[in-house]
């Protein structure tokens, strides 16, 4: 099994940034990729973006520019940089985790997930 803890939600004024961290432990050895989904009120998950073993990204076409995802392997923790925050980004923000990397970067989420972060932008 692996644990997934995310961290570092929050309120924002839009425009603002926010730094959010999962880490994760357990089975880690089995992971190939992670990344970060959302879930606003009344709406369905959506993904946000994804990182490889191999440092390979992909990004939902309505956060590229502005949020970047990124790794570090000592820590076994994964991070996601938002800025130019919108009211839209307001959300619950879930980690997640793939044994594989392809499944993982085509956001077909389904093997492990954290409990989540809220992250509100206030306009």
């Known amino acids: 099994q692996v644990q997934l803890v995310e961290s570092g939600g929050g309120l924002v004024q839009a425009g603002g940034s926010l730094r959010l961290s999962c880490a994760a432990s357990?089975?880690?050895?089995?992971?190939?990729?992670m990344g970060w989904y959302r879930q606003a009120p009344g709406k369905q998950r959506e993904p946000v973006a994804c990182v490889t073993r191999d440092d390979t990204t992909n990004y939902a076409d309505s956060v590229k520019g502005r949020f970047t995802i990124s790794r570090d392997n000592a820590k076994n923790t994964v991070y996601l940089q938002m800025s130019s925050l919108k009211p839209e980004d307001t959300a619950v923000y879930y980690c997640n985790a793939e044994r594989n990397a392809e499944k993982g970067l085509l956001f077909g989420g389904s093997d492990y997930w954290g409990q989540g972060t809220q992250v509100t932008v206030s306009s």
């Open positions: 357990g089975f880690i050895f089995s992971i190939n990729a």
